[in-house]
């Protein structure tokens, strides 16, 4: 199965809103809500911070939202800070399996 | 707290076989509740799912590397294991393992893995 598609690179500048998309197939994200998104700095290993399309874990900032239509589905981040620069991963059952993006670089202008 | 800490050999040679190990602490293994998964990623390259495992032994994994791949679980040592044969250097990564709840919850810090002679 194909990696999942996000766009390689989002930026923004501190206080603004940015969107990553994910889009897959009917037979991942279009069929189950097990959508996930991961953040990841340099170095380390990834957080989940979204999980069932739209669900944050508890001690992820509510600045962070996501969202699911159809075979994509998508990360808000409000209120961009320069912590948020890292890398961002989608993620979504296919079934049995698992497939994620390719990850999305995040800079803060 | 719980804590997932992935061991193995750094240097592997080309067509012999990687085997990591990843030690859980801080839950219990034999918890109907979690799958336990592993996951690498090629040095500045993406995620892929290698596979999971429930505490049955019950395993699902990645179409790609299915022939080569072998994921168990010792519930009375706490440990998941990956074995991945015939090994190349598209196999050097880190490698990941993670609790899997509602996602991949919780991961390890991950182990690097050359490929090389």
């Known amino acids: 199965q194909s990696a999942l598609t996000q766009p390689a690179s989002v930026s923004g500048s501190p206080g603004q809103s940015i969107t990553i998309s994910c889009t897959g197939t009917s037979s991942d994200i279009g069929s189950y809500n097990l959508v996930s998104w991961y953040q990841q700095y340099p170095g380390k290993a990834p957080k989940l911070l979204i999980y069932e399309a739209n669900r944050r874990p508890s001690g992820v900032s509510n600045r962070f939202s996501g969202s699911k239509s159809d075979n994509t589905a998508s990360l808000t981040i409000s209120g961009l800070q320069a912590e948020d620069e890292a890398d961002y991963y989608c993620?979504?059952?296919?079934?049995?399996?698992?497939?994620f993006g390719g990850g999305t670089k995040v800079t803060v202008l | 707290q719980l804590q997932l800490q992935e061991s193995g050999p750094g240097l592997v040679k080309p067509s012999e076989t990687l085997s990591l190990t990843c030690t859980v602490s801080g839950a219990s293994i034999s918890s109907g509740s979690y799958f336990w998964g592993w996951v690498r990623q090629p040095p500045g390259k993406g995620l892929e799912w290698i596979g999971s495992?429930?505490?049955?032994?019950?395993?699902t994994y990645n179409v790609s590397l299915k022939s080569r791949v072998t994921i168990s679980v010792d519930t009375s040592t706490s440990q998941v294991s990956l074995r991945l044969t015939s090994v190349t250097a598209a196999d050097t990564s880190v490698y990941y393992c993670a609790m899997m709840k509602r996602g991949f919850d919780f991961w390890g810090q991950g182990a690097l893995v050359t490929v090389s002679s």
């Open positions: 495992i429930y505490y049955s032994g019950s395993t």
């Open positions: 993620c979504s059952s296919a079934g049995s399996d698992w497939i």
